[in-house]
């Protein structure tokens, strides 16, 4: 029943066990997996080119973006079919976080929404993508621009707050693991993890100071740099205060050398925006007439391909588990364990012969919020796109597809929230003793 609603499906008969809760999570995800193929496939320079014979896609003599030139539009047909791609998906997961609002249990006749029917969702996520390649140009992509990077930006902080989660829950474990058993053996494994991070940060900003510096000239890209490196230098000594340590005994060098190492990235991916060509080597203007600084596939440069991985790494997160802090839980409207985890003991729970199939494990209350799990989703495939257009758009004359500094200062201004996000998980035990931060 987990494809097909009501109708028993005969593929469920090989799926492993599993909670109706992550099941629909998962499929959920696939459809924004597929979202993001069906865009990495039209950016693709020879369907690119060929995006042209669509009926109505590049219609009215030459027009670009909707302004009525004697420009080719074909060189930015991989940009405008992102661009719709990304705005069905959102679309498709705003719909749903709508229809979804207050549901607090599976016994709700909107539960049924959110856990079957997947063949009609299917169609309606079909049915948008159709409709939004319709959508007339106009101002459309400049305006989707601008949502796309306020979705970004937001998605960038939920990434942020995963990773901070991660870096705990990874340093408790092993910590764990230390005082259980072999104890040289995870400490030196600490030791060796913390290590490569760090190394590899130094080694990144040292590039960075290489690629997108000058001895004179691009003082933003310097300033950027050193910033974050003070500012990554401060996170990882409070860490190791003894004040700090007192109140937390789990916090160590390792969270502060896997913030770095984001924090150096996003720096790498902010640098990658900057428009100026003598400060960026890797920046692209491609033109109207198709010709470009570099080969036609913009898009494929390694922050963009960087970012696709962890985008589907924290989507993955978001489908699959909770987290072991009730403070993220809390924040990501996740229940620790699902509310009701004991339900998979009632009909249908288990198969005869003990062998366990897919359950619903929310008959006494969702284990997630719904909408909000959608809305995490909507701004995914709002990162995702902007991520494959490397959060380029059309300048003034709607000529030439540039980088704007919009772009730039988002993802550095998301850089010093992480940081400080990280900063205030260190201190908020000292700041507000009362409160149970365990």
């Given at each position: 029943s987990c494809l097909c609603g009501s109708a028993p499906c005969l593929l469920c008969g090989c799926c492993p066990s599993a909670k109706n809760s992550t099941i629909s999570r998962l499929l959920f995800t696939f459809f924004l997996f597929l979202g993001t193929l069906v865009s990495i496939i039209m950016i693709i320079p020879g369907v690119e080119k060929e995006l042209h014979k669509l009926p109505g896609f590049c219609e009215g003599s030459g027009s670009v973006l909707g302004v009525q030139t004697n420009v080719d539009?074909?060189?930015?047909?991989?940009?405008?079919?992102?661009?719709?791609?990304?705005?069905?998906?959102?679309?498709?997961?705003?719909?749903?976080?709508?229809?979804?609002?207050?549901?607090?249990?599976?016994?709700?006749?909107?539960?049924?929404?959110?856990?079957?029917?997947?063949?009609?969702?299917?169609?309606?996520?079909?049915?948008?993508?159709?409709?939004?390649?319709?959508?007339?140009?106009?101002?459309?992509?400049?305006?989707?621009?601008?949502?796309?990077?306020?979705?970004?930006?937001?998605?960038?902080?939920?990434?942020?707050?995963?990773?901070?989660?991660?870096?705990?829950?990874?340093?408790?474990?092993?910590?764990?693991?230390?005082?259980?058993?072999?104890?040289?053996?995870?400490?030196?494994?600490?030791?060796?993890?913390?290590?490569?991070?760090?190394?590899?940060?130094?080694?990144?900003?040292?590039?960075?100071?290489?690629?997108?510096?000058?001895?004179?000239?691009?003082?933003?890209?310097?300033?950027?740099?050193?910033?974050?490196?003070?500012?990554?230098?401060?996170?990882?000594?409070?860490?190791?205060?003894?004040?700090?340590?007192?109140?937390?005994?789990?916090?160590?060098?390792?969270?502060?050398?896997?913030?770095?190492?984001?924090?150096?990235y996003v720096t790498w991916a902010a640098l990658a925006n900057v428009p100026s060509q003598r400060c960026n080597p890797t920046l692209l203007v491609r033109n109207s007439t198709g010709s470009a600084t570099e080969p036609l596939t913009a898009w494929w440069d390694a922050p963009s391909i960087v970012g696709l991985v962890i985008f589907i790494l924290c989507t993955l997160f978001i489908s699959l588990r909770s987290s072991d802090h009730p403070q993220v839980n809390k924040l990501m409207l996740t229940e620790e364990s699902g509310a009701g985890a004991g339900a998979g003991a009632g009909p249908g729970g288990a198969e005869e012969g003990g062998v366990r199939r897919a359950y619903d494990n929310e008959q006494d209350g969702v284990s997630y919020s719904y909408t909000f799990f959608h809305l995490c989703l909507l701004l995914a495939a709002l990162y995702i796109m902007m991520t494959l257009t490397n959060w380029y758009r059309p300048d003034e004359s709607l000529q030439v597809l540039r980088s704007p500094w919009t772009a730039v200062w988002v993802k550095i201004c998301s850089s010093w929230a992480g940081l400080l996000l990280y900063l205030w998980t260190l201190v908020a035990p000292l700041l507000l003793p009362h409160r149970d931060f365990s």
């Amino acid at each position: 029943s987990c494809l097909c609603g009501s109708a028993p499906c005969l593929l469920c008969g090989c799926c492993p066990s599993a909670k109706n809760s992550t099941i629909s999570r998962l499929l959920f995800t696939f459809f924004l997996f597929l979202g993001t193929l069906v865009s990495i496939i039209m950016i693709i320079p020879g369907v690119e080119k060929e995006l042209h014979k669509l009926p109505g896609f590049c219609e009215g003599s030459g027009s670009v973006l909707g302004v009525q030139t004697n420009v080719d539009c074909s060189s930015f047909l991989g940009h405008k079919a992102v661009y719709r791609m990304g705005f069905a998906t959102a679309a498709f997961f705003c719909l749903f976080a709508v229809l979804m609002v207050c549901v607090r249990s599976s016994k709700d006749p909107r539960a049924a929404l959110q856990n079957g029917f997947w063949f009609f969702k299917f169609l309606v996520l079909v049915g948008i993508t159709v409709g939004a390649f319709y959508i007339p140009d106009g101002a459309f992509t400049s305006v989707w621009f601008y949502f796309g990077v306020v979705g970004s930006f937001l998605f960038i902080l939920i990434q942020l707050v995963l990773l901070i989660d991660f870096a705990h829950s990874w340093s408790q474990r092993w910590l764990r693991n230390a005082d259980e058993g072999s104890a040289k053996g995870w400490y030196a494994a600490l030791c060796t993890v913390t290590f490569i991070f760090y190394a590899a940060s130094i080694v990144a900003v040292a590039l960075l100071y290489v690629y997108y510096t000058k001895p004179e000239g691009c003082t933003e890209g310097k300033a950027f740099i050193s910033i974050n490196l003070i500012l990554c230098l401060i996170v990882s000594v409070v860490s190791i205060l003894p004040k700090i340590q007192e109140a937390q005994p789990h916090s160590g060098l390792l969270q502060a050398s896997l913030i770095t190492l984001y924090t150096i990235y996003v720096t790498w991916a902010a640098l990658a925006n900057v428009p100026s060509q003598r400060c960026n080597p890797t920046l692209l203007v491609r033109n109207s007439t198709g010709s470009a600084t570099e080969p036609l596939t913009a898009w494929w440069d390694a922050p963009s391909i960087v970012g696709l991985v962890i985008f589907i790494l924290c989507t993955l997160f978001i489908s699959l588990r909770s987290s072991d802090h009730p403070q993220v839980n809390k924040l990501m409207l996740t229940e620790e364990s699902g509310a009701g985890a004991g339900a998979g003991a009632g009909p249908g729970g288990a198969e005869e012969g003990g062998v366990r199939r897919a359950y619903d494990n929310e008959q006494d209350g969702v284990s997630y919020s719904y909408t909000f799990f959608h809305l995490c989703l909507l701004l995914a495939a709002l990162y995702i796109m902007m991520t494959l257009t490397n959060w380029y758009r059309p300048d003034e004359s709607l000529q030439v597809l540039r980088s704007p500094w919009t772009a730039v200062w988002v993802k550095i201004c998301s850089s010093w929230a992480g940081l400080l996000l990280y900063l205030w998980t260190l201190v908020a035990p000292l700041l507000l003793p009362h409160r149970d931060f365990s």
